[in-house]
């Protein structure tokens, strides 16, 4: 276990031996059942089973844990030998360690939930017994409780907001302690892949009892003059909790930092708080001449945060936030920094192949690089919370994020859940809206869903006043009762025009978005809907192939193509959300049915591998020339068969060839694409866009030789960072010139050497029936037309200097093998080629 100082003050202010605040990431050590027999546990004595006047069973155990202080048994027992139970790191998703089965829950992508048991030992000075220490949970799946050396410590219901409790009070300082975690995730809150287990991380956090809060400073920026920014004033208000027994007398002194790290303001602020109370302390000023964040320049100031007393400084915290301006207007849409933005925005869930849920850090941030490269702008989190760290890196990156709350109503759990997701993301410059709610059928439109609506506004607002309020409805898009009277802009769900006309007469004067739209399915790599092989085809038809006219499940599904171009022709509509981003587990459409373990919703597969329709959005929304042609040309047996070929293009026209014979050219219809119906011949096809400027691109599509060989590309430049230790290689079957085989589906022996192991591996496949986690060192898994992607883990501290050394070797029979090296960063690491699928540019 490592400890690392505090995101703190000048280094000069602190030493090694008295920090001001420790944070410990508890990574590693932990101890992993799902298998647990509570007579497995300690043995009780005559004396035990005379007070309780029973021995319980596991049924009764949760009686036992609210009976009597630290009589805890079972696996939350310090003296449990848990020596059997399974070596895990977290973040941990349990799920994907299983394959799928019929008898699973559908809506869970055919996996089992459950019950689940963390242990692992921490390890307390004696320095530390006059502080106070926390442990901080970023997400839990699901309801769980925490026990420290057989106190109860902490509840949460929550599978998406993080929470802390103070452990102080039951520690053995200088001795050995032991924390256990349950976890229950047999209760779903969604419908869709949640994953299980302690799947964001986990940390210990020592300050002092004169501390800020957590998530207790709030950065609230109001910009002057936004067209042409002049200034921007700063107000910071900073929560300090004394949990002391005595009224301390303290001074809040807040240092802000321009992007470039120079100061433009110092702010002192001296305040007094009662024992065991907190008080909020507020610092104004101006920031003079600021630099906006922006999709293009996103730019943030930083804060540093000290807390001083007695002439010392004892607590110290950083916040990040930006200045910029964010208005909804129903005739313009989105203004930012009072320039009209259209949102070209996906929808995500958070799961991924291969992790699950329990995605780290540098696969999320990958994922929105992913999205970025499209010429998407904005990221719906549905339906809840994400991880803190996708929100960071939608900052740095530029991307513009709705934030959701994942239950709607009144009660306190509720309440308490929405102002835990707005104290913890509302520094953030990347979201612009809260919502509220997803599809609540049963109030939305309803005077009862309004009044409901406007109490819980009515909280939050307290919290923070500077971002509109919505939600997103699927019906009654256009009355005037239910959520839309108390919105700041009205959410649609799957609307038609005529929804939307007459939403406008009864409503001039509502900014709305189209908050999901499209859900058009396909399936990377197929071009014929085959339901018994539980595929879709990539042309954007959404069309039953047997029935004509006949639209394919899910019935409100349209395709993109016909989505977006509303949206684009409509001025008045801030912007879209299509769903999804990427395909996820859970949720099967169009087949609800085993063995369809996930959606075909996604413009990229669940590897991130991208789908044709990823290359329309990128024509329609991006900034660069785009040129992709589809599909492949490998098609054995239909020698003189048309084949449809599609181009999408932002070209003004596109020429196609067959081995140098002229096919014809055609202009391209604004938001559209082109067609050829081609006779099937082996060869090259190659299509050719011309801009009125006179720039050129070419995409070649040749039939693809047989398999000879795999290869593996590094999708990350390095595999230890100084927040995760992991890296993601794309591997792909070729022919004798490089070409990926796009047909190919053959099995994969894969093996790591050295300082790395296997962490996940998946294919794209929504049918795919092998687990997707394995933390081992080697495996077997079949890839998806031609593709397949793994995730390696590093063994060794990401902290430590010159971390990891290891390799990752492919190889299947008759196929010449494939070896990456990965290392510690440095130069041979940044000339690795990173970031591309491996498929083709477009």
């Known amino acids: 276990m490592r400890n690392q100082d505090a995101q703190s003050g000048p280094a000069e202010q602190r030493t090694p031996k008295e920090p001001m605040r420790h944070r410990v990431q508890l990574a590693e050590g932990w101890r992993f059942s799902q298998d647990v027999r509570f007579d497995a546990s300690v043995q009780w004595s005559p004396e035990e089973r005379d007070l309780l006047g029973f021995e319980p069973t596991v049924d009764e155990w949760d009686g036992v844990t609210w009976s009597k202080a630290g009589r805890c048994y079972g696996p939350a027992a310090p003296a449990l030998n848990d020596d059997d139970w399974r070596a895990v ?46 442990l901080r949970f970023e997400g839990v799946f699901r309801a769980c409780k925490v026990f420290v050396n057989g106190h109860l410590v902490g509840v949460n219901e929550s599978g998406y907001l993080g929470f802390e409790v103070g452990i102080d009070p039951v520690l053995e300082y200088g001795r050995r302690n032991v924390l256990a975690v349950r976890v229950d995730a047999r209760n779903k809150e969604g419908w869709f892949y949640e994953g299980c287990g302690l799947y964001r991380p986990v940390e210990l956090v020592v300050t002092d009892p004169l501390r800020v809060a957590f998530d207790g400073v709030h950065a609230q920026v109001e910009v002057v003059n936004e067209d042409r920014p002049e200034a921007a004033d700063l107000t910071l208000s900073t929560e300090v909790c004394n949990d002391g027994d005595e009224l301390a007398s303290f001074q809040v002194r807040s240092r802000v930092f321009d992007p470039a790290g120079c100061v433009v303001g110092e702010l002192r602020q001296q ?65 930012l920094n009072g320039q009209p933005v259209k949102l070209k925005g996906v929808c995500c869930h958070q799961d991924h192949a291969g992790v699950g849920s329990a995605v780290p850090e540098s696969l999320q941030v990958w994922r929105i690089e992913r999205l970025k490269e499209m010429g998407a702008n904005a990221y719906r989190c549905a339906h809840n919370p994400p991880d803190r760290r996708v929100l960071e890196a939608c900052d740095r990156l530029g991307v513009l994020v709705i934030d959701e709350a994942r239950v709607f109503g009144i009660s306190r759990e509720h309440i308490d859940q929405a ?100 859900s058009a399915v396909s399936t990377r790599g197929v071009y014929e809907t085959d339901a018994k092989a539980g595929v879709v085809t990539s042309y954007d038809t959404h069309v039953e192939p047997d029935h004509p006219g ?117 202009p391209v219809p604004r938001n559209g694409h082109v067609v050829w119906r081609v006779p099937y011949e082996p060869g090259s096809l190659s299509a050719q866009g011309v801009w009125r400027d006179g720039s050129e691109l070419r995409c070649v599509r040749r039939t693809a030789g047989p398999a000879v060989a795999l290869r593996l590309d590094p999708q990350t430049p390095t595999l230890a960072t100084a927040d995760d230790s992991t890296a993601m290689a794309a591997l792909s079957v070729i022919d004798a010139h490089d070409q990926v085989v796009p047909t190919a589906m053959l099995r994969v022996d894969l093996e790591t050497e050295g300082a790395v192991i296997l962490s996940g591996v998946g294919n794209g496949d929504p049918n795919d029936q092998h687990p997707g986690r394995i933390d081992g060192r080697s495996t077997t898994r079949p890839v998806f037309h031609g593709l397949a992607q793994i995730i390696l883990r590093s063994t060794e501290d990401p902290y430590a200097a010159g971390a990891m050394a290891g390799s990752l070797i492919a190889s299947a029979d008759g196929l010449r093998p494939a070896r990456l090296h990965l290392g510690a960063p440095g130069p041979a690491a940044e000339s690795l080629r990173v970031g591309r699928a491996p498929s083709e540019a477009g």
Not at 124 to 129: C, K, S
Not at 314 to 328: K, L, N, P, Q, Y
């Open 89 to 134: 790191s977290v973040p941990h998703d349990w799920c994907v360690e299983h394959a799928p089965h019929p008898d699973a829950p559908i809506r869970n992508g055919f996996l089992p939930m459950g019950v689940g048991w963390y242990r692992r030992e921490l390890h307390v000075p004696n320095e530390w017994a006059s502080r106070r220490v926390f």
């Open 271 to 335: 305040a007094w708080a009662e024992p065991a109370g907190s008080v909020v302390v507020r610092q104004r000023m101006e920031i003079a001449g600021p630099e906006v964040w922006s999709l293009d320049n996103p730019q943030r100031y930083r804060i540093e945060t000290h807390v001083v007393r007695d002439g010392r400084d004892i607590d110290a915290f950083e916040t990040h936030f930006g200045v910029r301006s964010v208005a909804f207007d129903a005739k313009r849409g989105l203004l």
């Open 419 to 518: 102002e835990r997701m707005i104290r913890r993301d509302r520094n953030h410059p990347c979201v612009i809206l809260w919502s509220l709610a997803n599809e609540e059928m049963a109030v939305q439109v309803k005077p009862q869903g309004a009044r409901m609506f406007a109490h819980l506004k009515r909280r939050l607002k307290r919290l923070d006043n500077t971002r509109g309020f919505t939600a997103a409805i699927n019906n009654g898009w256009d009355l005037p009762t239910g959520f839309i009277e108390h919105e700041d802009v009205h959410g649609l769900n799957y609307f038609n025009q005529g929804d939307l006309d007459r939403l406008r007469r009864g409503a001039p004067d509502m900014p709305v978005i189209v908050s999901e739209a499209s």
């Open 550 to 666: 006949v639209r394919m499940w899910p019935f409100w599904g349209r395709e993109a193509e016909s989505s977006w171009k509303v949206v684009a022709e409509r001025r008045d509509l801030a912007g879209t959300f299509v769903w999804t981003g990427f395909d996820y587990r859970g949720e099967q459409s169009p087949y609800v049915r085993w063995p369809c373990v996930g959606s075909h919703f996604g413009l990229m597969d669940q590897c991130g591998f991208p789908k044709d329709v990823y290359w329309y959005y990128k024509a329609w929304w991006g900034q660069e020339p785009v040129l992709h042609v589809f599909p492949h040309w490998n098609w054995d047996g239909r020698e003189g068969q048309d084949i449809e070929v599609w181009a999408y293009s932002n070209a003004d026209r596109v020429s196609l060839e067959l081995d140098g014979r002229s096919l014809g050219d055609k």
